[in-house]
């Protein structure tokens, strides 16, 4: 792919114009919206298929793009097309990258600093496939109760795709990381809006950014990457919540000592240990890795079943930075079915599950899938109710109605 554009004029035809609605007006389709299920605030969003170079999604902002995946999206398969993948930008992102002037300067504490082409890139090493979820830190947070500040993103912010590209240790290769080197910081080619205001960059401890696993990716799910995904370059970084995966890649700085920016040093972070709302003063870490999810798929909260019959249910889970181990189905009156697990396609993808229920006698009320990861984590009871509503992993529960 030479160059991946969005025109202004698609942006807003496809997203704004009054907004959505006029959008999907103009197509003759009406403006149609989707309940979040939202416990805390407004609750309904506009579900348009209107976004250039998206399928049907949940607009949660048009500029810069919040999108988010329906968890129909989820119904089937662990690979989550391209058109269908969350979006999420912080800062306003270029509508058009050339590749053939793009450049990845590398520098810092390194041997030698270097500006590399797409070419250099692809040619610093051995090309790598890695199946990992991309998951914002704050899927689910709209979610919270009491409710949080920040995006109020239901759990659709999340998906799974086949990451290409060459490990990261092999571009820092290109310069040398020089002794006394601690992190790896990146930066995209989005800029603040606003004057004055930092920009995204987001840095890693030197050991992670020597995983074998830890990508500079340019293709997703056997494409370019789409200039919403960060076209030419992201980094993908398995396991850990996707506010490190930089988009537009731009910089690497080989840092040394500790990471003072911004986005890592005051925001991004949640409650050393558990908190109650009240707190308001209390230590934080940085969020880093993903903790075990799992999800019903095939019925929504408040679905008719039939009584007297099987009833088989599915869905998605996770492990986070393990393996997926176990999931149970849980519920009222010590319900606790181990699932089924689907094909194991990567610790670090999605995987199915699914549990079939002999008989149905009565109302399935408050049941909920519980995922262990290979480190023992497993999903808890109750919500751990941070600030930013990061990180969230309690066990989701839904009703279903026997008829
Ligand atoms: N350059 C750049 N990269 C970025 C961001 C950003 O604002 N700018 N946001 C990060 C965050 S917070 C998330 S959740 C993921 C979202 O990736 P996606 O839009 O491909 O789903 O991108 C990450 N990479
Ligand atoms: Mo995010």
């Known amino acids: 792919m030479i160059e991946s554009k969005l025109t202004r004029r698609a942006l807003i035809a496809g997203a704004s114009a009054g907004t959505v609605g006029a959008a999907l007006a103009a197509q003759g389709i009406g403006p149609q919206l989707i309940d979040l299920g939202l416990p805390g ?34 119904r089937d398969g662990v690979i989550t097309p391209n058109d269908r993948m969350f979006v999420r930008w912080n800062w306003d992102m270029p509508t058009s990258v050339k590749a053939a002037d793009h ?7 390194v041997t030698q600093a270097v500006s590399l082409t797409l070419d250099d890139i692809a040619g610093a090493g051995e090309h790598v ?5 991309n998951q914002c ?17 239901g759990n659709g912010a999340m998906g799974c795709a086949k990451w290409t590209g060459v490990r990261l240790k092999d571009v820092l290769a290109k310069a040398g990381v020089a002794k006394g080197a601690t992190r790896v910081r990146f930066a995209g080619l989005d800029v603040p809006l606003t004057d004055g205001a930092p920009q995204f960059i987001k840095s890693i401890p030197l050991d992670i950014a020597m995983r074998d696993d830890v990508l500079v990716a340019w293709a997703m799910n056997d494409a370019p990457l789409p200039l919403l995904h960060g076209f030419p370059l992201r980094v993908v970084v ?15 700085e080989v840092l040394m000592g500790e990471d003072d920016s911004y986005y890592v040093a005051k925001s991004y972070r949640m409650p050393a240990a558990p908190i109650t709302p009240e707190d ?23 679905a008719v079943v039939a009584k007297g019959k099987p009833l088989v249910l599915e869905g998605i889970a ?20 181990p699932c089924t697990l689907g094909p194991d396609e990567g610790t670090f993808a999605f995987r199915r599950w699914s549990v079939t229920i002999p008989a149905i006698t009565d109302d399935l ?4 899938v519980r995922a262990t990861n290979a480190e023992g984590a497993v999903q808890p009871e109750s919500l751990a109710w941070n600030p930013s509503g990061y990180a969230r992993n309690v066990i989701e529960r839904i009703t279903l109605r026997a008829q």
């Open 318 to 337: 996770m492990g986070g930075d393990a393996a997926l181990t176990k999931v149970a189905l849980v519920g009222e009156g010590g319900l606790d079915i």
């Open 41 to 74: 605030g407004p609750s309904l969003r506009p579900l348009t298929p209107a976004f250039p170079g998206k399928g049907e999604m949940i607009v949660q902002r048009i500029r810069p793009p919040l999108l988010e995946a329906p968890m129909s999206v989820f």
């Open 365 to 368: 009320e408050g049941i909920g």
């Open 238 to 252: 398995p396991g850990w919540f996707s506010t490190y995966w930089v988009k537009m890649l731009s910089t690497i």
């Open 280 to 302: 308001k003063d209390f230590p934080t870490v940085a969020i880093t890795t993903m903790p075990p999810r799992a999800f019903i798929t095939s019925h929504d909260d408040g």
């Open 129 to 133: 496939d890695v199946v990992a979820i």
């Open 103 to 109: 450049r990845v300067a590398v520098g810092g504490t």
């Open 137 to 153: 830190a704050g899927n689910g947070r709209g979610l919270s109760e009491p409710r949080v500040t920040g995006t109020q993103w």
